[in-house]
T-cell receptor, first 111, second 115 residues
Framework: DAKTTQPNSMESNEEEPVHLPCNHS???????IHWYRQLPSQGPEYVIH???SNVNNRMASLAIAEDRKSSTLILHRATLRDAAVYYC????????????FGGGTRLMVKP | NAGVMQNPRHLVRRRGQEARLRCSPM?????VYWYRQLPEEGLKFMVY????????ESGMPKERFSAEFPKEGPSILRIQQVVRGDSAAYFC?????????????FGPGTRLTVL
């Protein structure tokens, strides 16, 4: 899987939007962009994924740059429960089925 | 629909003993993945299995570690002659298929402590 770069940590206030960036300048045409998060002492949890177009689901939105070299996970109203490590992962199914986790971004939410 | 179940949640072993970690995938899922998270490190892929077959074990240590996913029953990750460096959280994930939009669903993990 191609490499992704994320900030080590970010802070947010409760009930405010959060934009979590991810750079993936070496992304290939067949790479899907997946986001997972890991709450403290829990297993990772799927958040969202996309290929080229922006995506929305009940948890978050994913904004993908036109050149696909970067993306942003958007939490519209952060809650204390959103405090977690967020992982941006590129998946090329031609290269295997595993998830390759980087360091992720630790999101801290202040009340 | 119950999620991915792992047991035990916590396991303590002395050096040289064997550790057996179990994973029951979500109902209807026939693909199982094992990942390891060492203290203060990221998650690393270990092995990918389908029923009765190991598909990809490129992340498994060459010695002492083995995995199986029998036709009936849970997937088992077995660590023989454990050493202190095996202390970690072991996560299992399952999925329905390996299509382009495949989502992996993770269990709560087994935290192994080797004394």
């Amino acid at each position: 899987d191609a490499k992704t770069t994320q900030p080590n940590s970010m802070e947010s206030n409760e009930e405010e939007p959060v934009h979590l960036p991810c750079n993936h300048s070496t992304i290939s045409g067949t790479d899907y962009i997946h986001w997972y998060r890991q709450l403290p002492s829990q297993g990772p949890e799927y958040v969202i994924h996309g290929l080229t177009s922006n995506v929305n689901n009940r948890m978050a939105s994913l904004a993908i740059a036109e050149d696909r070299k970067s993306s942003t996970l958007i939490l519209h109203r952060a809650t204390l429960r959103d405090a977690a490590v967020y992982y941006c992962i590129l998946r090329d199914y031609n290269a295997g089925n595993m998830l390759t986790f980087g360091g992720g971004t630790r999101l801290m939410v202040k009340p | 629909n119950a999620g991915v179940m792992q047991n035990p949640r916590h396991l303590v072993r002395r050096r040289g003993q064997e550790a057996r970690l179990r994973c029951s995938p979500m109902k209807g899922h026939s693909h199982v993945y094992w990942y390891r998270q060492l203290p203060e490190e990221g998650l690393k892929f270990m092995v990918y299995l389908q029923k009765e077959n190991i598909i990809d074990e490129s992340g498994m240590p060459k010695e002492r570690f083995s995995a199986e996913f029998p036709k009936e029953g849970p997937s088992i990750l077995r660590i023989q002659q454990v050493v202190r460096g095996d202390s970690a959280a072991y996560f299992c994930a399952s999925s329905t298929n390996t299509g382009m939009t495949d989502t992996q669903y993770f269990g709560p993990g087994t935290r192994l402590t080797v004394l």
